[in-house]
């Protein structure tokens, strides 16, 4: 490679490098990285394998911009995405490429799997890189998984509930294993913590550990030449990684990223509401766990487990142990058309159900799982925090008393209306008073309310009204919106408070 036209290497530089060669031994570090000899020279088609290392990075890097940002509880991440995507420069495209990023890598993965199938390269005596390949297939499948819940709105949380009851059902241990993860009966903050931990400390962890040992496999028995040359010209055509293969795996990296950019520049992540359990929704799993979805369909009441468990299982260890199961020594695809076939039943399959349930546009009605009927929803909130106190002080109160609770705008028309901040007025006040007055009214400006709202929604007024002096300490109530120490968080006074009735 030190061609004589090169400029010459003067004697600093070569001392610099002898000496940091002493010390750090940099150059077999090189040689090992950068020489490795390809039987047959560079392929475009040997790229799969470095395109998923550079989207594995890409993941990395975009996830770990995105947890700047991101905040595990279930009160905070949606809105920490949602102040993601509009607030924070470049956010949007971060969490776009992260989203689609993860796509990506799905369908690599599975390229890469049925390339290595079609070229035999799992055989002898490369087994464990296919069987280490597969644990990777399984730790991105559940950092897929475990990445969907992270934004905390519908879609991720129904989706994730039924993600939990298929765990569930694993025999024997599924349900200690749901309550595991879930940190308790129900999907929750724990799970959010948990999952997260998983997301970004765990499964990565595990996958680079997987990577180094399958990157490890792979280079002790080289890359699998291709089944069509004889040993003669494969040992003619030999080509160090570098630059050929490293040049062609660069360009594809660098397409992959130009496509993958121009994906995200038109397709927003998709977010629905925030996760609310009260409220059932019709959740859609990502496209990739669309065919175990669709598998489920076929498998009701106590069949369920099939399509749960039993199917998906048997997949998954068939594919682990596929190496040790397939004796046939041939590496042509025409001379192993038992193998072949069978790929390519598993992949249109998989195809077909999942193109069919993405045309029929399923969604998974949650409800009819028996993997979610077996658990009781959580229970709701009592009466009084149903009610919402917030939205209804600010329609029916806020005209008069003011959404801050002073009524001092109305003082001159309306010289007896009590500052509800007001320390003193508090403690002359009893709960039974304030009760009454609500529901009676108080001639000739407080109108009764007693025929107007339920009684939950006057006791949640009083205690609402009690909180004025409670939230501040000071004569300053909450701002509006943020009656954050309220029971009743997820209510918001309305913008404007009707007009105040003129005074007469
Ligand atoms: C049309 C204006 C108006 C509206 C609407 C109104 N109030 Fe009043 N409210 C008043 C006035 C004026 C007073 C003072 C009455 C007095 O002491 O004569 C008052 C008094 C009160 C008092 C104190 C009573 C006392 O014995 O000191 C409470 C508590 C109260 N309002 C709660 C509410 C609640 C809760 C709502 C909404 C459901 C509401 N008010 C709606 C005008 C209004």
Known sequence: MNSPEQKPVTQE??????????????????????????????????????LLMFTFVMQIVTGILLTMNYAPTVHAAFLSVVFTRKQVPLGWL??????????????????????????????????????????????????????????????????????????GTVPLIGGSLRTLLQGGPHLGNLTLTRFYTMHILILPGLLIITLAVHLYLFRIHGVTPPW??????????????????????????????????????????????????????????????????????FFQGKYEIIGTFIL???????????????????????????????????????????????????????RSLSVIRNLPMPAAAGPLQQVRAAALFSTNCAACHEVNGTGDALRTAMPKIPNFTDATWQAAQTNAAILHRIVHGKPPYMPPFGSKLTAPQIQALAVYVRHFSKATGTAKAPAPGRHAATPFSKTRPAGAPPKPRPAH
Not at 264 to 282: I, Q, R
Not at 285 to 293: Q, T, V
Not at 333 to 357: D, I, K, Q
Request: charged share 15%; net charge positive; aromatic share 16%.
């Open 13 to 50: 530089r070569l001392k610099l490098a002898g000496f940091l060669d002493s010390r750090t031994k940099f150059r077999m570090l090189q040689h090992h990285l950068l020489l490795e000899p390809l039987p047959g020279g560079s392929r475009w088609a040997a790229a799969f394998g470095s």
């Open 94 to 167: 971060i969490q776009r490429l992260h989203y689609w990023g993860s796509s990506a890598m799905v369908i690599l993965l599975l390229l890469h799997m049925v390339q290595v199938f079609l070229w035999g390269a799992y055989k002898k005596p490369r087994e464990f890189t296919w069987i280490f390949g597969v644990i990777l297939l399984g730790i991105t499948m559940a950092l897929a998984f475990t990445g969907y819940l992270l934004p905390w709105d519908e879609q991720a949380y129904w989706a994730s509930k039924v993600g939990m009851g298929i765990i």
């Open 228 to 297: 069509w040359e004889t040993p003669e010209r494969l040992k003619l055509q030999e080509e160090p990684f570098w630059p050929g293969q490293a040049l062609k795996d660069g360009f594809l990296a660098l397409l992959l990223l130009c496509i993958l950019g121009l994906w995200c520049w038109f397709h927003p992540v998709p977010l629905a509401g925030m996760a609310d359990p009260a409220k059932a929704y019709n959740a859609r799993p990502a496209w990739y766990f669309m065919f175990l979805f669709e598998l489920l369909k």
């Open 312 to 366: 998906p299982g048997l997949f998954f260890a068939i594919m682990l142990f596929w190496p040790f199961l397939d004796r046939n020594p041939a590496m042509s695809p025409r001379r192993r058309p038992f193998a072949v076939s069978l790929m390519a039943v598993c992949v249109f399959g998989l195809l077909g159900l999942e193109v069919f349930s993405i045309e029929t546009s399923q969604v998974m009605p949650v």
